[in-house]
């Protein structure tokens, strides 16, 4: 029914991870189900959402696309890899916070981890840029203007710390 | 008493922190130990009797512990008033969609390979699929047993004039005096409107994890009112709700549709044949497919107008299709009320308003963001525009003239219905003059809300560290946050001193859930009683720890409202028919506001809601099948289709919440489509009587338009 399984090797948050699993189930399945990694939601299991995003070595990418089998040897975040270890909430995460940029917050983890993405790609984002790049992640609750300031604090907070 | 209350500092949710690091469980991120999958199997038709069903195949595939048909439960319906959708069915499918078997295996591909062996052999009946045509004399009768239905009040249902109508409502003047009424007026204007159903849309799709220890059945799920779904669940089953523990904490979006559960019962009993625990989560095709999406609708409004441009009469006629089952609707008398809301910003002295709900062979209808009333005030705004149109008048002179309470002016102050109006004219410069293809546009509207009943336990467990336990089940809107500053400042505490504490049906206080924009006015109430009477007590006789529990009930929505206005400024490109909102305003008439950050996210969010309403969501369904499959098919608007948008709260009226807050919860989204409907008129000339006011719509109506050559 799901093939044979394969052992893959997988980095997720920085600690290596071993799974023996059909290498065709979503990356999505295996983190929440054999991980424990909820934190990446499922939405519409098709790709528009953006609900699951996730980084694999560094690109924003859908995790119910991902057959699991392609990230052997590579590297995964997830929202809950974004926290310093010690708790400390990274710049957009503390901007949503501030901003309300969430209501029932279930796409929260995938505007968090998205938004992560551009601001490693693109430092300076204009608000037009932020509300492109931000295209594949829906939200119902908020109307987007409370995440795209957000993005924007955060993007002006990390030039701030860095500078 | 307002101003002393510290609400004008931002709040920062409570359970903020669990939602930015992905710590925030939800009904599907639980898994655990010996849990089961559940798939069902949908009918492929929409109306038909069910002659054999064959599960031997399925029963026999690897990892499955049951396989359940109505054969098996007997035939158990529910409904959030009406009992009339099975569980599972047992001789007949009404559309395409509704459930015919359940399987719980061990994993989901295994449960639906099960899905895929069961074999179910139909004998097709004829369908109906419009509602008009479902009323009359030879219409295929839907559900010809519909005499023997039960209520969740536990009574029968009452019998109407057509076998096929769910509800017939009829409210106003009897037809002597709306004739009398009529004929004092100078013209009467006639027009017919139309909207389509409508996906709520939240990511989250619907879904339950049930499991028993003992006899006790354990419930967590994506329903925003766990008291009434425990309730429910008991009289559907007949388990005791006494042992029928719900805890439904965090839920990822509800807009109306987490009020209507639907797996919580199929997994009840697969829980039960299988004594483990079990987790269904819809796929979005599911939800699309069969979990009520807001009634289309049509809906013909009559309006007496004096010379001067003074309403006189209203009608309205107002046809939901209610499809296969009328479970999704809450209301005793089965219809969207919000249809009466056609002129509700305006006083008319003669009003009469008929709404009928109509069993048609497609998905059930359900409660979207202000059920009904997003059809009336697209209808009735948009027919106001019209009048003003047919009367040469500027259609916000037509709208001043007979604003609610405009009367009641003594010294010549505006009044808020007026404020409201004149601010969002002002906010897109209503008389300027534009170039071709751009427009502005209006719409006005009053909104009701906020009855229900709930209550708290507050609890003082020393100087400054008190909990607030509640039942209630956060659907985004700041519950949880908005209960702590209401007590922190009750208490004069600072609001770090306050956990509010989410706790399951077996031990917290009733509360009615989320619904009808009610969690402030009813639960911020009982926590304020809570917290005053606490605070008396600790300062007459302090000692810890010391707790009160107090409830609080709104009997009456009409006890609660505000006024809302939208303004929009566009531009038509008529080639192709694309509408681009360039700006927008949305006015509200606003009480105390507690959480300033969510008050505001539930105004943009609100205009987003309506936004993707008025310009691009549909859901299509050609003879009873729904077309749309994914959310990649039901398009919902995106960061880059929103404009410009100001928030103006306005006018220092108190409501009838906790230090005077008003409901915002079913606001925002009200005005939007007629705002955009009537500047396109002003733009191209072309009016749309229907929704969505897609490119396609407007480029038709444009090319129609258009002289012949």
């Known amino acids: ?163 | 008493m307002t101003a002393a209350v510290p609400f004008a500092q931002p709040e920062v949710r409570h359970e903020g922190h669990l939602k930015v690091t992905g710590q925030a469980r939800y009904t599907g991120d639980h898994y655990p130990d010996g849990v089961l999958h559940v798939a069902c199997l949908a009918s492929p038709t929409p109306h038909a009797t069910i002659t054999r069903i064959e599960t031997r195949a399925a029963r026999e595939t690897a990892g499955v512990h049951a396989v359940l048909t109505g054969a098996d439960i007997g035939d158990v319906r529910f409904g959030r008033h009406l009992r009339d959708l099975p569980v599972l069915a047992t001789d007949r499918v009404r559309f395409i969609g509704q459930r015919v078997a359940a399987v719980a295996a061990e994993t989901r591909e295994a449960a639906e390979e099960a899905v895929r062996l069961i074999e179910v052999d139909y004998d097709d009946l004829p369908p109906v699929f419009d509602p008009r045509q479902a009323l009359t004399s030879d219409a295929p009768v839907l559900h010809p047993e519909a005499a023997g239905y039960l209520t969740m009040r536990g009574g029968t249902r009452e019998l109407l004039e057509h076998l096929n109508l769910q509800g017939d409502l009829l409210t106003g003047h009897d037809p002597e005096e709306m004739e009398r009424a009529f004929e004092a007026a100078d013209r009467v204007f006639e027009h017919t409107f139309r909207t389509p159903r409508q996906h709520q849309g939240y990511i989250e799709p619907h879904g339950a994890l049930v499991w028993f220890e003992g006899e006790v059945c354990h419930v967590i799920s994506t329903n925003k009112a766990p008291f009434t779904l425990r309730s429910h669940m008991a009289a559907v089953t007949g388990h005791p709700a006494e042992k029928i523990d719900v805890y439904n904490r965090f839920i990822g979006g509800d807009f109306g549709g987490k009020g209507f559960s639907i797996d919580e019962f199929v997994c009840f009993y697969l829980a039960r044949a299988t004594g483990r625990p079990v987790r269904s989560v819809m796929s979005y095709v599911e939800e699309l497919s069969g979990a009520g999406p807001r009634h289309a609708a049509e809906i013909t409004l009559r309006t007496g107008v004096t010379r001067t441009g003074v309403f006189v009469a209203h009608s309205a006629d107002v046809v939901f299709d209610g499809g296969a089952y009328a479970a999704g609707k809450a209301a005793a008398d089965l219809v969207p009320h919000g249809g009466l809301d056609t002129m509700s910003a305006y006083a008319v002295p003669a009003t009469r308003h008929r709404l009928r709900t109509v069993y048609t062979n497609s998905v059930p209808g359900g409660h979207m963001r202000a059920p009904g009333e997003v059809q009336a005030v697209f209808a009735g705004e948009t027919h106001v525009d019209l009048i003003a149109e047919e009367l040469g008048l500027d259609p916000l002179e037509l709208r001043r003239r007979n604003l609610r309470g405009a009367d009641r002016v003594a010294d010549g102050a505006a009044t808020v219905a007026e404020e409201v109006l004149s601010r969002a004219a002002a906010g897109v410069d209503w008389t300027a003059t534009r170039s071709p293809g751009r427009g502005v546009g209006i719409a006005v509207y009053r909104r009701k809300g906020g009855a229900g009943r709930g209550g708290v336990v507050l609890r003082a467990l020393d100087a400054d560290r008190f909990e607030v336990v509640t039942g209630a089940a956060d659907q985004g809107s700041g519950t949880v946050t908005m209960i702590a500053r209401v007590a922190a400042a009750a208490l004069g505490v600072d609001e770090s001193c306050i956990e509010v504490i989410q706790q399951p049906t077996a031990v917290a206080m009733f509360d009615q859930g989320a619904g009808a924009s009610r969690v402030t006015r009813v639960l911020g109430a009982a926590t304020l009683l809570a917290a005053t009477d606490l605070r008396k007590m600790l300062a007459e006789a302090p000692r810890f720890p010391i707790e009160v529990a107090r409830e609080a009930e709104a009997p009456r929505a009409e006890d609660s409202h505000a006024f809302g206005a939208v303004s929009v400024e566009v531009e038509v490109d008529v080639e192709t028919g694309q509408i681009t909102v360039l700006s927008a305003v949305l006015v509200a008439d606003t009480g105390t506001v507690i959480n300033p950050l969510s008050h505001r996210g539930q105004l943009e969010g609100g205009f987003a809601f309506g936004l993707g309403a008025a310009l691009m969501e549909e859901l299509p369904v050609e003879d009873g099948q729904v077309l749309a499959g994914s959310l990649g098919d039901y398009k919902l608007p995106t960061a880059p289709d929103m404009p410009p948008l100001t928030v103006v709260n306005v006018g220092d009226t108190e409501g009838t919440g906790p230090f005077g807050a008003k409901p915002v919860g079913e606001f925002g989204n009200l005005g939007v489509a007629p705002a955009i409907g009537n500047a396109v008129a002003r733009a191209t000339g072309v009016r749309l009587r229907q929704l969505p006011l897609s490119a396609e719509a407007v480029y038709r109506a444009v090319t129609e338009a258009r002289p012949q050559e």
């Open chain 1, 1 to 163: 029914m799901s093939g044979s399984h394969e052992t893959i090797t997988v980095t997720v948050n920085g600690l290596q991870r071993r799974v023996v699993t059909s290498p065709a189930r979503p990356v999505l399945d295996v983190l929440r189900e054999d991980l424990g990694l909820t934190g990446t939601k499922e939405g519409c299991s098709v790709g528009v959402c953006g609900a699951c995003s996730i980084l694999i070595d560094g690109q924003l990418m859908s995790a119910c696309l991902v057959p699991v089998g392609e990230l052997d040897g590579r590297d995964v975040t997830t929202v809950e890899g974004l926290a310093s270890e010690d708790g400390e909430l990274s710049a957009v995460q503390g901007a949503f916070l501030r901003c309300g940029a969430f209501q029932c917050g279930i796409c929260t983890p995938g505007q968090v981890v998205a938004a992560t993405a551009l601001l490693a790609e693109c430092p300076a984002p204009t608000p037009e840029q932020v509300r492109e790049w931000m295209m594949g992640n829906l939200c119902r609750c908020t109307g987007y203007y409370s995440i795209v300031s957000a993005v924007l604090e955060a993007a002006a907070e990390a030039r701030e710390t860095s500078a």
